[in-house]
């Protein structure tokens, strides 16, 4: 078992005709994932990457079957494309998409949520899942070649492939890795990917990757140290230097109203008991030692 | 985007809400101007964009004209947090009765909007949640339907004011005018703090703020163009980076930080504090790492006033080493000389390539970021 997808994810690309789309199509289904067609209003008949484009969701649904979507869409037109995959029947939308407004994003996943849709992201690098070798995002083919029993769950991109590098070269497989995505209002955010995690008997032990701004962190812990998430946690959190608020990059990574600096969340988690490491590079080890503790 | 004080009051006062006669200087004999047209004893405020400037000394009551044209003297020019005071809003002294809390955010994990209210306030929210968590209290507002009224009520009654009174009126009118502002300007961050009762009875919003969403300005032309004019607690150098298209904010160490990603950069800059070291900046130069794009971060960093040395980290699928490289080498060519060490941690594809290439520039590529740290911490000493 994996998480939010599975050997049956039909895929289809909104904005797959753009730079980043269509580039991103091509190696999507160079990992395995089945990219059915993409979305691209006005460019309907064509094709990309082998795939049909169409004008609406509605029609790439009818077409394809398709029921996951990846949208690579303009941060303008991106809340309307959410809202279009939704009304499609689309189950799950994985919005890559950096700079949407966050009044605009927290409307269109409660919508999507209040419809038994599930969002990741938006400005993430979305999910993938070596076990089934489906991709719904941006990451890097040849870091996730190596299927295993370890789950990622990250608020950051370049750190979730670092972070999974150093895992894989010490000799873990991952099941499935989530980068939830740097805005402060996500889809799924890191408890709801861990609660999911949890859930998947095929994973041993979650690796959470955190980062200064909201509190995502210190529920996560909470919920750990209330025994609902039954398995390790090893955790990291980027931004110990970070001077308060000042925007680290992502719109979510800022220290706001004396809340979210990376010191209370790091002792958040080591308060419940999930060890957190100093270092990127120290992640594999402390994994380590927690599966010989379970 | 952070709002002034000034322009905050000027936005709820557009909404309905009574604000203390204030007006804008920016010299100190418009200072006494104004205070000799109000004929009563007046404050100043710094307007900067950070939070405390009161504790720094950007706060100060004049009794006198002449005391107030003197207070501004010293209050211009001065640097609260780094930032320089140009502006100083002059308002009208209200002696208080009692100071309250009140803002009004976006909430990351009910995803709605969340009033926060005290019946204590003119002190940071933290303080009053380390001191007196039981005096905030939480209003969740559905994004779909919006303020109600049992919204209002429910906050102003544990700001501790009675209904079918003027402040009731006075109160609701503050929350109603919050809100609007908060969605119709696509802010961040509405807060006033402190509210107070005044001597007269009224409840009047003594500061202001209102953070707006970058991302959202290109709706909101009039703030873009303020903006422009004055780009607020955004350094020329951030404000370089930023047309640039890196993400760019100032540290006040020693080693020079460029990464790709916003995590991996913060990542970078805590590896070089792990190991005894101090970042002087955080730039993250986004996704994919063209040579341009490597190139234009690099002479950021060779023209920076502190940064000794450079650490550049870059973890890349597809990013080819070699192309890292050939940045690094035309930065070094635009520059003239590198007056800096360089380190360069990188993965990524032709690694032997970029290898070489750095090699005949003096420089050395390493394969792990713990080792590179430590290097560029020792180059920095030197």
């Given at each position: 078992?994996?998480?939010?997808?599975?050997?049956?994810?039909?895929?289809?690309?909104?904005?797959?005709?753009?730079?980043?789309?269509?580039?991103?199509?091509?190696?999507?289904?160079?990992?395995?994932?089945?990219?059915?067609?993409?979305?691209?209003?006005?460019?309907?008949?064509?094709?990309?990457?082998?795939?049909?484009?169409?004008?609406?969701?509605?029609?790439?649904?009818?077409?394809?079957?398709?029921?996951?979507?990846?949208?690579?869409?303009?941060?303008?037109?991106?809340?309307?494309?959410?809202?279009?995959?939704?009304?499609?029947?689309?189950?799950?939308?994985?919005?890559?998409?950096?700079?949407?407004?966050?009044?605009?994003?927290?409307?269109?996943?409660?919508?999507?949520?209040?419809?038994?849709?599930?969002?990741?992201?938006?400005n993430c690098p979305g999910?993938?899942?070596?076990?089934?070798?489906?991709?719904?995002g941006i990451m890097?083919?040849?870091?996730?070649?190596?299927?295993?029993?370890?789950?990622?769950?990250s608020r950051s991109g370049t750190l979730t492939y670092?972070?999974?590098?150093?895992?894989?070269?010490?000799?873990?497989?991952?099941?499935?890795?989530?980068g939830?995505g740097g805005?402060?209002?996500?889809?799924?955010?890191?408890?709801?990917?861990?609660?999911?995690?949890?859930?998947?008997?095929?994973?041993?032990?979650?690796?959470?990757?955190?980062?200064?701004?909201?509190?995502?962190?210190?529920?996560?812990?909470?919920?750990?140290?209330?025994?609902?998430?039954?398995?390790?946690?090893?955790?990291?959190?980027?931004?110990?230097?970070?001077?308060?608020?000042?925007?680290?990059?992502h719109?979510?990574?800022?220290?706001?109203?004396?809340?979210?600096?990376?010191?209370?969340?790091?002792?958040?988690?080591?308060?419940?008991?999930?060890?957190?490491?100093?270092?990127?590079?120290?992640?594999?080890?402390?994994?380590?030692?927690?599966?010989?503790?379970? | 985007?952070?709002?002034?004080?000034?322009?905050?009051?000027?936005?709820?006062?557009?909404?309905?809400?009574?604000?203390?006669?204030?007006?804008?200087?920016?010299?100190?004999?418009?200072?006494?101007?104004?205070?000799?047209?109000?004929?009563?004893?007046?404050?100043?405020?710094?307007?900067?964009?950070?939070?405390?400037?009161?504790?720094?000394?950007?706060?100060?009551?004049?009794?006198?004209?002449?005391?107030?044209?003197?207070?501004?003297?010293?209050?211009?020019?001065?640097?609260?947090?780094?930032?320089?005071?140009?502006?100083?809003?002059?308002?009208?002294?209200?002696?208080?009765?009692?100071?309250?809390?009140?803002?009004?955010?976006?909430?990351?994990?009910?995803?709605?909007?969340?009033?926060?209210?005290?019946?204590?306030?003119?002190?940071?929210?933290?303080?009053?949640?380390?001191?007196?968590?039981?005096?905030?209290?939480?209003?969740?507002?559905?994004?779909?339907?919006?303020?109600?009224?049992?919204?209002?009520?429910?906050?102003?009654?544990?700001?501790?004011?009675?209904?079918?009174?003027?402040?009731?009126?006075?109160?609701?009118?503050?929350?109603?005018?919050?809100?609007?502002?908060?969605?119709?300007?696509?802010?961040?961050?509405?807060?006033?703090?402190?509210?107070?009762?005044?001597?007269?009875?009224?409840?009047?919003?003594?500061?202001?703020?209102?953070?707006?969403?970058?991302?959202?300005?290109?709706?909101?032309?009039?703030?873009?163009?303020?903006?422009?004019?004055?780009?607020?607690?955004?350094?020329?150098?951030?404000?370089?980076?930023?047309?640039?298209?890196?993400?760019?904010?100032?540290?006040?160490?020693?080693?020079?930080?460029?990464?790709n990603g916003a995590g991996l950069?913060?990542?970078?800059?805590?590896?070089?504090?792990?190991?005894?070291?101090?970042?002087?900046?955080?730039?993250?130069?986004?996704g994919?790492?063209?040579?341009?794009?490597?190139?234009?971060?690099?002479?950021?960093?060779?023209?920076?006033?502190?940064?000794?040395?450079?650490?550049?980290?870059?973890?890349?699928?597809?990013?080819?080493?070699?192309?890292?490289?050939?940045?690094?080498?035309?930065?070094?060519?635009?520059?003239?000389?590198?007056?800096?060490?360089?380190?360069?941690?990188?993965?990524?594809?032709?690694?032997?390539?970029?290898?070489?290439?750095?090699?005949?520039?003096?420089?050395?590529?390493?394969?792990?970021?713990?080792?590179?740290?430590?290097?560029?911490?020792?180059?920095?000493?030197?």
């Amino acid at each position: 078992m994996t998480v939010l997808v599975g050997p049956n994810t039909k895929v289809i690309v909104q904005g797959i005709t753009g730079k980043e789309g269509s580039f991103h199509a091509q190696r999507m289904l160079e990992y395995g994932t089945k990219v059915v067609g993409g979305v691209t209003p006005g460019k309907g008949g064509a094709t990309v990457a082998g795939l049909p484009v169409f004008d609406t969701v509605e029609e790439a649904v009818r077409a394809t079957g398709a029921n996951a979507s990846v949208v690579f869409v303009p941060a303008r037109f991106a809340p309307d494309a959410v809202y279009e995959a939704v009304d499609a029947g689309i189950k799950l939308v994985v919005v890559i998409t950096e700079h949407i407004p966050i009044h605009d994003t927290l409307r269109f996943v409660n919508y999507a949520k209040a419809r038994g849709v599930d969002v990741i992201g938006p400005n993430c690098p979305g999910i993938v899942a070596p076990l089934v070798r489906v991709k719904l995002g941006i990451m890097p083919n040849n870091i996730y070649q190596t299927p295993g029993r370890i789950g990622v769950i990250s608020r950051s991109g370049t750190l979730t492939y670092e972070i999974s590098y150093q895992l894989v070269r010490a000799g873990f497989g991952i099941n499935t890795a989530i980068g939830v995505g740097g805005d402060p209002i996500v889809g799924t955010d890191l408890v709801e990917a861990a609660l999911m995690m949890a859930k998947d008997p095929e994973i041993d032990a979650i690796v959470a990757i955190g980062e200064v701004g909201g509190d995502a962190e210190e529920r996560l812990a909470k919920l750990y140290a209330e025994g609902a998430i039954g398995k390790p946690i090893v955790a990291y959190v980027a931004g110990r230097t970070a001077p308060p608020e000042k925007r680290m990059g992502h719109a979510g990574a800022i220290v706001m109203l004396g809340s979210g600096d990376a010191r209370s969340k790091v002792e958040a988690f080591k308060a419940a008991g999930i060890p957190v490491a100093e270092t990127p590079i120290e992640v594999p080890k402390l994994v380590a030692e927690a599966l010989k503790r379970k | 985007m952070k709002l002034y004080e000034y322009e905050a009051k000027e936005i709820l006062a557009k909404y309905g809400v009574k604000i203390p006669p204030g007006e804008l200087a920016t010299t100190p004999e418009q200072v006494r101007r104004i205070a000799e047209r109000m004929g009563k004893p007046v404050v100043l405020k710094a307007q900067v964009t950070v939070a405390g400037r009161g504790k720094a000394g950007g706060i100060k009551v004049a009794k006198t004209p002449e005391e107030a044209e003197a207070l501004a003297r010293q209050m211009f020019g001065m640097a609260i947090k780094g930032l320089v005071v140009k502006k100083i809003y002059v308002t009208e002294y209200q002696e208080v009765e009692r100071e309250m809390y009140l803002s009004l955010i976006i909430d990351r994990a009910s995803r709605k909007y969340l009033f926060l209210a005290s019946p204590i306030g003119g002190i940071d929210i933290e303080e009053i949640a380390k001191k007196s968590p039981e005096k905030i209290k939480r209003v969740y507002v559905d994004p779909f339907e919006g303020l109600k009224d049992f919204h209002v009520r429910s906050i102003v009654s544990w700001l501790g004011i009675k209904p079918g009174t003027p402040q009731w009126e006075q109160a609701s009118a503050i929350v109603r005018a919050m809100y609007r502002a908060m969605v119709e300007l696509d802010a961040e961050l509405v807060e006033s703090n402190p509210l107070a009762i005044n001597a007269a009875g009224e409840v009047v919003p003594l500061d202001a703020r209102i953070i707006v969403d970058d991302n959202a300005l290109f709706r909101h032309p009039d703030l873009e163009k303020a903006f422009e004019e004055d780009p607020r607690d955004v350094t020329e150098f951030e404000r370089y980076a930023q047309k640039i298209g890196f993400n760019y904010v100032e540290l006040d160490g020693d080693v020079g930080i460029i990464g790709n990603g916003a995590g991996l950069t913060m990542s970078t800059m805590d590896l070089v504090y792990h190991f005894g070291g101090r970042p002087a900046n955080f730039l993250d130069i986004g996704g994919g790492a063209s040579r341009d794009v490597v190139r234009e971060a690099l002479k950021v960093l060779l023209s920076h006033p502190r940064a000794r040395a450079i650490f550049i980290n870059i973890f890349g699928g597809i990013t080819r080493a070699d192309e890292v490289a050939a940045g690094v080498e035309a930065a070094l060519k635009e520059a003239g000389t590198a007056n800096k060490r360089i380190v360069v941690r990188m993965k990524g594809t032709n690694e032997e390539l970029g290898r070489q290439m750095l090699a005949k520039l003096g420089i050395p590529l390493y394969e792990d970021a713990e080792t590179a740290a430590q290097k560029a911490i020792e180059f920095a000493k030197q």
